[in-house]
């Protein structure tokens, strides 16, 4: 079989098409099967042992969508199939050009989040589906459904968002659900060892992710501010990040928040082992990838309960959950599993085996069945 794997973000990039697109990628070319990639990049990536093909960022974003859709074009006529992570719109017009059957991975609902960027919606997810909208809004979500009902099979990481998507139009029998696989971890040094090596001294939480509004990092930061005796490492980058510098500079938390920029999805990981607790204050969420990471790192996440999280963070369980938008619960929280020492190893021993359902093998094996069915139907 030979695939093309569509992927709107790439390593060094941090966010969940950045880490499942490659990590698909090398089990499909393990497996004997021929890929390549298609993504955007503002530098070429780093060589892999498979073709990744790259439309520069630095392109206006209308030619670049279309050199995108131009590109899947052309690569996926040397392909079997095509499977997709995100720019699903692009992908499903470059897919058709080809004449290939086309599978996605539907990470988020796509019309929402161009409709926030384009300033015409500023509320929630969910509050979005039932929003009426104009008629740039009506576009956009048609625009979504049709690039999604091109597809033969469209996978979930959440039960939360495949019900959003039944809500859309799509057949429940052309979907599926497939969480987000738990990441291959690197031998960890030992966990004292880590810490002096990020420079924790003393309650550390680590939130890593892209940093835009859906993050919600200020309800982070207003949490931490509640909170004297913890401290925060904040690991990637994104349009907020000068905003957020200077919020923890206006809230006197300067000194106790390290904006660390990206790192490799290792070195999060091991910041992940380190850390005291991992913290999600996302607005909203489909079902992160870097819960799954945390969680496997052996680290209980404390989280807003948002679209997908509960699915994987169970409260008092491997982590503790509290409503989206409301720092002073989250602070309350975080005071609680710092002052509860019974709480704190409870939470760290059932981490690990929370997500041992979610091995990569099985859930990868489980795509690589229907990218095959596709190319036969």
């Not at 919600?216 to 490492?233: E, I």
């Amino acid at each position: 079989m030979k695939a093309l794997i569509v992927s709107g973000i790439w390593p060094p990039d941090v966010g969940g098409p950045a880490s499942h697109a490659p990590e698909l990628a090398a089990f499909l070319t393990e497996r004997g099967h021929s890929v390549e990639v298609v993504t955007t990049a503002s530098a070429r990536p780093a060589p892999r042992p498979y073709p990744v093909f790259r439309v520069r960022r630095s392109v206006p974003p209308g030619a670049r969508h279309a050199a995108v859709a131009a590109l899947v074009a052309r690569r996926a006529r040397h392909a079997d199939v095509v499977y997709a992570t995100s720019m699903l719109r692009r992908a499903a017009l470059g897919a058709a050009a080809a004449r290939r059957p086309l599978v996605v991975k539907v990470t988020t609902d796509e019309a929402f989040e161009r409709a926030r960027r384009m300033g015409l919606f500023d509320g929630s997810l969910d509050d979005f589906q039932d929003a009426p909208g104009d008629a740039r809004v009506r576009a956009l979500r048609w625009s979504r459904t049709a690039a999604l009902r091109r597809a033969r099979h469209a996978f979930f990481p959440s039960s939360f968002l495949r019900e959003l998507a039944l809500g859309w139009g799509l057949a429940p029998e052309r979907t599926s659900v497939i969480p987000n696989p738990a990441p291959v971890l690197p031998d960890f040094e030992p966990r004292e060892a880590l810490r002096a090596r990020f420079r924790m001294t003393g309650p550390t939480l680590v939130l890593a992710g892209r940093l835009t509004a859906q993050k919600a990092v200020p309800v982070a930061l207003g949490a931490v501010s509640r909170v004297p005796a913890v401290s925060l490492l904040v690991v990637g980058e994104g349009p907020d990040r000068a905003a957020l510098e200077h919020e923890c500079a206006e809230r006197g938390v300067s000194a106790r928040v390290r904006f660390l920029g990206g790192r490799s999805r290792d070195e999060v990981l091991r910041l992940f082992h380190a850390a005291d607790a991992a913290l999600l204050s996302s607005a909203w969420e489909n079902f992160p990838h870097t819960v799954v990471e945390a969680l496997a790192a052996g680290t209980p996440v404390i989280a807003t309960a948002v679209g997908g999280v509960p699915e994987v963070v169970r409260d008092g369980g491997n982590g503790l959950l509290v409503p989206a938008g409301d720092p002073a619960a989250l602070a309350d929280a975080i005071e609680r599993y710092l002052g509860d020492e019974g709480l704190r190893s409870r939470l760290r021993a059932a981490a690990v085996a929370s997500v041992a359902e979610y091995a990569p093998e099985r859930l990868f094996t489980r795509i690589e069945d229907v990218l095959r069915e596709a190319v036969r139907r």
